[in-house]
């Protein structure tokens, strides 16, 4: 599995170095994997330009502006969160492009409308739409984690795919 997210952080670099763009992360919980993922790339400061691990409510609303209403009313796990996670990375940062993730990996926390594996993946390119991806991921803590590393790196490879 290590191999594939190395795989899937050197295409995201390429696809980001075709388009001279750079990336900043918003994490909740993945804790940084992204962020690592990316980093093992030898030469990843030409595309990478930080991560925000924001893990707490108060991390989020210090860090990158997410609304403390916002928070109240959805929860730290909806996709309005994933929204402003996104839109505060770009605007606390120098980058191009923000992948943005909050969820409940388990094995506690979750309810009935937000079970385990609930997962929010925001894109946001400057100038451009936020796109916002509910998950719903299954496994042990380990495993959700991991699949939303993948699925939040090759989400934002296909966002950047050249138009046929």
Known sequence: MVNDLYFLAEQLGNRL???G???VTAESC???????????IPG??????RGFVTYSNNAK???LGVSQQTLNQYGAVSAETAQQMAAGALMNSEADCAIAVTGIAGPDGGSLEKPVGTV????QCKNGPV????LQLSGTRHEIREQTVRLAMDGLI???????
Request: proline letters at 2%.
């Open 61 to 63: 609303v210090k860090m």
């Open 131 to 134: 796109l916002i991806e509910k």
């Open 158 to 164: 296909n966002l950047l795919a050249p138009s046929n």
């Open 21 to 23: 763009y750079q990336l």
């Open 17 to 19: 170095k075709t388009y």
């Open 120 to 123: 929010f993946v925001a894109w």
């Open 30 to 40: 993945t804790g940084g994997w992204i962020a690592q993922a990316i980093t093992e």
């Open 44 to 49: 990843s400061s030409v595309w990478f330009d």
